[in-house]
């Protein structure tokens, strides 16, 4: 399995930007698709994002569509998510997800991935 850690988590007031990253070890991130995801205390684990092993493909959970955006470098075993508007609701855990096949996104509940990161904060000011 991979190993995931993330960062780039903080304070920042509404319609600030932060950008996530996730760093992956391990010498086959390429196969992996990769997801993002958000706990907001006494709320499950939901869906935000997730990406192909190629960046062929992306998905995006509705209330971040148009704000948010994943990318991924696989030279450097990093996923990103780039977050802009950012609105007080946004306020969560994010955490960082590897799943397989990497080619399709067939799946994007938290069952579909096998590996996590520990998550970052972000917390979004009104």
């Known amino acids: 399995q991979v190993q995931l850690v993330e960062s780039g988590g903080g304070l920042v007031q509404a319609g600030g930007s932060l950008r996530l990253s996730c760093a992956a070890s391990?010498?086959?991130?390429?196969?992996?698709?990769m997801g993002w995801f958000r706990q907001a205390p006494g709320k499950e684990r939901e869906f935000v994002a997730a990406?192909?092993?190629?960046?062929?493909?992306?998905r995006y959970a509705d209330p971040v569509k148009g704000r948010f955006t994943i990318s991924r470098d696989n030279a450097k075993n990093t996923v990103y998510l780039q977050m802009n508007g950012l609105k007080p609701e946004d306020t969560a855990g994010y955490y960082c997800a590897a799943k397989t096949p990497g080619y399709v996104l067939t799946g994007t509940s938290p069952s579909d991935f096998r590996s996590w990161g520990q998550g970052t904060q972000v917390t979004v000011s009104s």
């Open positions: 391990g010498r086959t991130f390429s196969s992996y698709a």
């Open positions: 990406i192909t092993s190629n960046s062929a493909g992306t």
